[in-house]
């Protein structure tokens, strides 16, 4: 398949994204020790003392005094002195030689802003890279999704959708492989407003269930939506018709008409789309092929008839890309390899979901199935044909994965991956157990490999904290931190006990004191509250309470440096696809609004067109 002749966007090249990275290292190098800490230590291990020399009062008055919306405001002119800032004589003024001590509150705070993403300058503007591929093409437009998903999630899926498909208009493909595609509100729009083939992979059975009952759901009013849909079709043509001049009325009539005396044509569509889908075997493509180009000649039809339909009109249907989904579920995988056994009942399934859904509708399939490094997608798409990989928030290790198996497979030209839960990270250097296969989700690229680069678990949950949201006046939740704290203080001393593998939760929300807190926590941690009165509990909160600041200055500092260290995991990430051999393109893309979506940027990739 020929790429068509249109120039990619500019990219950076390997050696800069490996110098920024390196930049970023050596600022974090002396940074992390703040937020490898979890904020309770600074209560049981007297941490504050060691890391900070500022108190807790001055720390929070040289934040305030830069002001939130300062720290997320770009550099601009001020990046050329930031950037003269990091030689070794001025990296003693924000930490001490010695000591190791945060000395100077503000200058690591201009360090911070200068060492994310926003100033860096590495990433490519969202409109660059689709003005460059969509070239004179026009992109779809049409639904909204603000009527079926929250105000974040349709945010997410109207940009994410829009760009995927440029791309796999790009590359002349129509299948689209979503990764941790959970309750499958990107994979159903990707089909329903794009007219791509969708695989939605997840892990949990349960979403590919509500994914079931949601098709359940949809067949139950399928009629309802089709009557109501083709009512207001004709009642906003019939208005239009009244309006217009007399010469216009025969082309309102043609519009009106196709749709409106053939009843089956969304049918139709759907039929396409199955057929699409589902993989075909032996003679039975033979027997449809006419009724098959049939179809696809009224899709064509109906499709541009219904492109000139207005938004009120298309409103209408807006409920249906959510729930509009027939469930393909595979049996949960544990392991990166299928059995045999396994790969014959999945093509089995894959046969009867098309002989049991081929006159319904039906816009993609969900599949429940673990994806590892190792996954063969053959194994669990059984129609797998030239397509792109998808992943909005794909958490921990998954992220990373997606990336490999993008570059180990010639059938994936491209992919788009955004994402999150930085915390659950296998890290090489953190003396991990659980990958007993040598694959771990950082670092990725050989330069943080050669320097055995370590971020920690606790670093990593800085990463996913928000300094936009924060900058708007979404504050933290210091009082429950607090909570949470002393409770940490309360277990070690009374009980001894300074590792469980069970957890409170939110126990928080649902206490009205903090004698009530910790009530209901001893018995989630399965410890004996009736060693502990009440008159004690109080004791431990009078003795901690004037050091809450603390805690609010110690999550300030590790706000600041959250966007540092996602920068450092997003950068390993796109210097790995730099060492690749097959790829075209890539680069980092921010696609959402951080304030709404604060996992907001993704790694694009694209094959060579050797790879096609």
């Known amino acids: 398949m020929s790429r068509p002749p249109r120039a990619l966007p500019p990219q950076l090249p390997p050696a800069a994204a490996v110098g920024t990275l390196r930049r970023v290292a050596r600022f974090l190098a002396r940074a992390l020790p703040l937020c490898r800490a979890h904020t309770v230590e600074f209560y049981t291990r007297g941490l504050w003392e060691r890391l900070v020399a500022p108190r807790p009062a001055a720390v929070l008055e040289a934040l305030r005094a830069a002001g939130p919306l300062a720290l997320r405001r770009p550099l601009g002119e001020a990046s050329g002195a930031a950037a003269a800032l990091w030689d070794d004589d001025t990296f003693s003024n924000v930490f001490c030689e010695n000591s190791k001590k945060l000395i100077n509150v503000h200058l690591f705070a201009l360090a911070a802003k200068y060492y994310s993403l926003s100033n860096l300058g590495v990433c490519t503007p969202l409109e660059d890279i689709c003005e460059a591929l969509r070239g004179d093409n026009q992109g779809a437009t049409?639904?909204?999704?603000?009527?079926?998903?929250?105000?974040?999630?349709?945010?997410?899926?109207?940009?994410?959708?829009?760009?995927?498909?440029?791309?796999?208009?790009?590359?002349?493909?129509?299948?689209?492989?979503?990764?941790?595609?959970?309750k499958g509100y990107l994979s159903s729009f990707l089909s329903m407003q794009y007219n791509l083939k969708v695989y939605g992979i997840d892990s949990s059975n349960t979403n590919t269930n509500g994914a079931h009952e949601r098709n359940r759901k949809l067949k139950k009013h399928w009629k309802a939506y089709q009557s109501r849909g083709r009512a207001n079709l004709k009642s906003q043509r019939l208005e239009k018709a009244n309006d217009r001049p007399v010469e216009s009325e025969s082309k309102c009539e043609a519009i009106n008409e196709k749709p409106l005396n053939n009843d089956s044509s969304l049918q139709s569509q759907d039929q396409v789309t199955i057929q699409d889908l589902v993989p075909s075997r032996g003679r039975e493509i033979d027997a449809s092929e006419t009724s098959k180009q049939t179809e696809v000649d009224l899709v064509a039809r109906t499709q541009s008839d219904e492109s000139r339909l207005s938004e009120e009109v298309l409103s209408i249907l807006n409920v249906l890309p959510a729930d509009a989904v027939e469930v393909f579920s595979s049996s949960q995988c544990n392991r990166g390899e299928l059995c045999e056994e396994e790969k014959t009942q999945r093509k089995m399934a894959s046969l009867k979901a098309k002989a049991s859904t081929s006159s319904e509708s039906n816009l993609y399939f969900p599949l429940t199935s673990c994806i590892t490094a190792e996954t063969e997608l053959s194994d669990i798409i059984t129609d797998l044909e030239d397509c792109m990989m998808v992943g909005l928030h794909t958490c921990g290790d998954l992220a990373a994965n997606t990336l490999r198996i993008f570059t180990a497979k010639p059938e994936i030209k491209a992919v788009c991956s955004v994402g999150c839960c930085y915390h659950l990270l296998s890290e090489q250097f953190e003396n991990q157990e659980d990958c007993p296969e040598n694959v771990w989700g950082f670092p990725m690229c050989q330069y943080l490999k050669d320097k055995g680069w370590c971020c920690g678990r606790n670093a990593r949950m800085s990463a996913c904290l928000a300094l936009e949201r924060v900058a708007v006046g979404q504050m933290l939740p210091t009082e429950s931190l607090f909570y949470r704290a002393v409770l940490q203080v309360i277990i070690e001393e009374i009980y001894g006990v300074t590792k469980s593998d069970r957890h409170v939760g939110k126990t928080f929300s649902k206490s009205s004191s903090f004698i009530e807190y910790v009530r209901k926590s001893l018995k989630k941690l399965e410890l004996d509250d009736s060693k502990l009165p009440d008159s004690c509990v109080m004791d431990y909160y009078e003795k901690y309470k004037h050091r809450m600041n603390e805690l609010e200055a110690f999550n300030m500092l590790k706000v600041v440096l959250a966007p540092c260290i996602e920068v450092l995991i997003l950068l390993d990430r796109l210097c790995y696809l730099k060492e690749q051999d097959n790829i075209a393109w890539s680069g980092l893309v921010k696609l959402f609004d951080p304030v709404k979506s604060p996992r907001c940027y993704a790694v694009i990739a694209l094959k060579k067109q050797s790879c096609f």
């Open 142 to 182: 049409g639904i909204k999704t603000d009527e079926f998903m929250n105000n974040k999630k349709s945010h997410e899926v109207q940009v994410m959708s829009e760009l995927v498909d440029t791309i796999a208009n790009y590359c002349g493909i129509k299948q689209v492989i979503d990764i941790g595609s959970g």
